[in-house]
């Protein structure tokens, strides 16, 4: 059983940064990696997602150019680099595995989840 913890989370001003982690309970080679969000009252989205080499990464339109997703293979630990926050950036972060493969953007493909860090961005 995999298990996953994010942190990182926080309350932030409008334009500013902030990075998630996420740590893996295993080694997740050959696990693609990704990082999903839900605001309240809405559906979970994808945000970002990297192969289990880290060599390759695909973004939401919506984040493209202001937050990148790496990896740190051996120390299992998957990363989100957050710039430029808006306010509708803010939801519930989630980390999650796919032990299939890596790129899809559906969260139903993925197997195993974190618990979620809250991330706040202020006006």
């Known amino acids: 059983q995999v298990q996953l913890v994010e942190s990182g989370g926080g309350l932030v001003q409008a334009g500013g940064s902030l990075r998630l982690s996420c740590t893996a309970s295993?080694?997740?080679?050959?696990?693609?990696m990704a990082w999903f969000r839900q605001a309240p009252g809405e559906e979970r989205e994808f945000v970002a997602c990297i192969s289990w080499s880290g060599r390759a990464s695909y973004y939401a339109d919506s984040v493209q150019g202001r937050f990148t997703i790496s990896r740190d293979v051996p120390r299992n630990m998957v990363y989100l680099q957050m710039n430029d926050l808006k306010p509708g950036d803010t939801a519930i972060y989630y980390c999650?595995?796919?032990?299939?493969?890596?790129?899809?953007?559906?969260?139903?493909?993925?197997?195993?989840w974190g618990q979620g860090t809250q991330v706040t961005v202020s006006s």
């Open positions: 999650a595995a796919d032990t299939t493969t890596w790129g899809r953007k559906e969260a139903q493909n993925y197997d195993f």
């Open positions: 295993i080694r997740m080679n050959g696990y693609g």
